[in-house]
C-alpha cells in the first residue's frame, strides 16, 4: 500500500514537473508584450489637458496593467532561466513541437485574447455599451454560464459601468460610429452615456 502512494506522489510530481516545464514560454511572450507594449504607449495614448486628475488619463490604466503584467512575468522567467540547464531545449527536443504542445494548454486563453481583441476593435464602432454586452455574453456562453441570472448579472454590471465612468468620473470614448446613424440629439446622447 505505502509502495503505490510512493509511485503516485512521484508520478505527480514529474507531471507537475512537465506542465511547470512547457508554460515557460508563455511567460516569455507575456514579458516581451508586456515591455514592448509600454515602450510604445507614449506614441498610442496621448495626454488629454484635464483637471480631473492624472488618474483619468487614458494611458494610466494601461501603463499599470502592463507594468504588472510584466513584474510578474519577469519573476517567472527568472524561474525558468534557473532551470534552462534541464529544459527539453538543452536535452535537444523538437523546439516546434513543444511550442504546439504548449499553446494547445491554453486555448483557452488565446480564444479568450482574441475575442478581446475584437472587443477593443468593436468600442469604436458599437459603442461602449453593445460591444461590452456582446463581450461579455459570449464570454459566458464559452464558460457554460449563459442564463437569465447571469445575463442580468451581465447588464446590471455594465449599467454599473457606466454610471461609474461615464458619468461619476467623466472618462471619455470615440463616438461610435453606429451612433452617427442615429439623429444628431439622440447620437450625441447615445455618445455621452453609451
Known sequence: MNNISTKQISAAQENEESL????????????LVSVLLL???????AW??????????PMVGSALGLSVM????????????????NSAIVRGENTVEMVFDGLESYRTAIASSLLFFLYIQSLTLFGFLLSTVLFTTTLLW????????WF???????AALIIVFRIILHIWL???????????DLADLA????
Open 191 to 194: 455618445n455621452q452615456y453609451l
Open 20 to 31: 511547470e516545464e512547457k508554460s515557460y514560454g508563455v511567460y516569455w511572450f507575456l514579458l
Open 152 to 158: 442580468i448579472t451581465n447588464l446590471l454590471t455594465v
Open 174 to 184: 470615440p463616438d461610435a460610429w453606429l451612433y452617427s446613424l442615429l439623429p444628431d
Open 48 to 57: 488629454v489637458n484635464t483637471k480631473r486628475g492624472w488618474f483619468t488619463q
Open 39 to 45: 515602450c510604445l504607449l507614449p506614441d498610442q495614448a
Open 142 to 149: 464559452l464558460s457554460r454560464l449563459l442564463d437569465r441570472t
Open 70 to 85: 510584466a513584474i510578474f512575468s519577469l519573476v517567472r522567467v527568472a524561474q525558468s532561466l534557473k532551470e534552462f540547464r
